[in-house]
């Protein structure tokens, strides 16, 4: 079994930051401009979620002790880095660790965005009952509602188990719905004992005020 190194820092050599829902929403916005605005707004409250799932850290690292893993804001795999380089720029995995998140959305679009079946499953893992909704207020014309994960962990605890994250996202919520199951029938229980018990004290007060 591989041992799971997590890594959340800020060292000498990268300088991150840790976003908001709204702030990432309002980043996201104003990067996404002119003629790809109008393709990719409609995106952001579901890019939103996948970076909610590396807690919002552009420094974000999850690894093994031999460097295998996922980085930066939305958690781009190793293996991934080398096709998100252009003729202008070789990407570095140091680019995905720091504060300048273009280098992160260029390549979530390379290799995310453009993929159908990556998208589909953050799709799943960004749907109810696995998230909340946040309302922003984007500019003075948008105003909308973003995706917050609610068990942003759930990919440290797949990286460790080597489970899908989305069966550990199911079986979470079904461990809630028993819960609140057995709650609401305890509930109904007491009501029932409340409501018998109030009835007696009814009739016994009633036997004293007119007795028969």
């Known amino acids: 079994m591989r041992r799971l190194v997590i890594l959340f820092f800020v060292n000498a050599l990268t300088h991150g930051r840790v976003f ?16 790809q605005f109008d ?25 093994s002790e031999d460097g295998t893993g996922y980085y930066g804001l939305f958690g781009i795999h190793h293996s991934d880095i080398n096709s998100c380089s252009t003729r202008e720029k070789k ?26 079946l990556r998208i589909n499953f953050f799709d799943k893992l960004c749907s ?15 105003i909308g509602k973003l995706i917050d994960p609610i068990h942003k962990d759930v990919f440290e605890i797949s990286f460790n188990k080597e489970v899908d994250p989305s069966d550990i996202l199911a079986s979470r919520h079904a461990d809630t719905s028993e819960s609140e199951g057995a709650f609401n029938f305890i509930g109904h229980v007491m009501y029932g004992m409340i409501s018998i018990v109030g009835m007696l004290f009814l009739n016994y007060i009633r036997g004293f005020l007119y007795p028969s």
């Open 20 to 35: 908001s829902p709204c702030e990432l929403a309002t980043t996201i916005k104003n990067y996404y401009h002119d003629s």
């Open 39 to 63: 393709e990719f707004v409609q995106n952001i409250p579901l890019i939103v979620c996948i970076a909610g799932y590396k807690n919002y850290n552009s420094s974000y690292r999850l690894t």
């Open 91 to 116: 990407l570095q995995l140091l680019d995905l660790l720091d504060d300048d998140i273009k280098d992160d959305f260029m390549c979530f679009n390379q290799v995310i965005q453009n993929n159908i």
């Open 128 to 142: 109810p009952p696995y998230v909340r909704y946040v309302p922003c207020r984007l500019d003075n014309y948008i």
